[in-house]
């Protein structure tokens, strides 16, 4: 599970450093339009720092794949990643909310559930 969390670690943590920073931006590569409004900007910077504490759990527990804890936080994870690949499908589909950096995020999100589940289902192997 190293691989999965070290990865895991990067993406979560550079994109709650993005929002954090810089929530337009993200927003207009996702869903092509920026957060204007000052609730907006506070709710996605709060989703950053959340972003961010789960970069920093998956990067402490990269050492300790076989730990029941570290098997629970990927267990979180297949629930973040499926639940963030369908929120921005509908976001897409459903709102019409496109712009280059959204179906990437998507197969990358979809790509990160299957990786969790599988390490989930093969927990006994070595690697990844």
């Not at 950053?48 to 267990?75: E, F, M, N, P, T």
């Not at 297949?78 to 909310?97: E, F, K, R, T």
């Amino acid at each position: 599970m190293k691989n999965l969390l070290t990865l895991t670690a990067v993406i979560e943590a550079g994109t709650g450093l993005v929002l954090v920073a810089f929530p337009s931006l993200l927003a207009t590569l996702l869903f092509g339009s920026s957060l204007d409004a000052p609730v907006a900007l506070t709710v996605a910077r709060v989703a950053g720092v959340a972003l961010l504490a789960l970069g920093v759990a998956c990067w402490l527990a990269r050492h300790d794949g076989q730990s029941r804890a570290a098997k629970g936080l990927v267990g979180a994870m297949v629930l973040h990643n499926a639940a963030i690949a369908a929120l921005l499908v509908y976001a897409g589909i459903g709102l019409g909310q496109s712009s280059i950096g959204l179906w990437p995020a998507v197969l990358l999100h979809a790509v990160m559930t299957v990786w969790c589940v599988m390490r989930l289902l093969n927990t006994g192997s070595s690697g990844g």
